[in-house]
């Protein structure tokens, strides 16, 4: 059977936080608008599926996947001028 395999919705402003998630151990803040979300268990490889979106008064023009790995996921958020953003709702899916 397929299906979601983990998912989160975070702050990514000041000090990440997760207000909820399912199969996500935590989250790394790596840079301005680059996060990895950890998994709390691993995928069975790393073929899976990531829905990723972001909201921060309209300044959030790009969502991009960087790393799958079977425990993490490495994401970005840019904006029209191509500089990283740190998105103050991240929601994200894992499909498996």
Do not use: H
Not at 11 to 40: E, K, L, P
């Amino acid at each position: 059977a397929y299906g979601c395999r983990a998912w989160v919705n975070f702050n990514g402003t000041g000090t990440v936080a997760i207000r909820d998630s399912g199969n996500v151990s935590s989250i790394t803040d790596n840079s301005v608008g680059n996060y990895t979300v950890n998994f709390t268990t691993a995928m069975v490889d790393a073929n899976y599926a990531v829905c990723i979106s972001a909201g921060q008064n309209g300044n959030i023009d790009r969502e991009e996947l960087d790393t799958l790995t079977i425990s993490s996921v490495t994401m970005k958020f840019v904006d029209s001028g191509v500089a990283q953003r740190d998105p103050t709702f991240v929601c994200a899916v894992i499909l498996r």
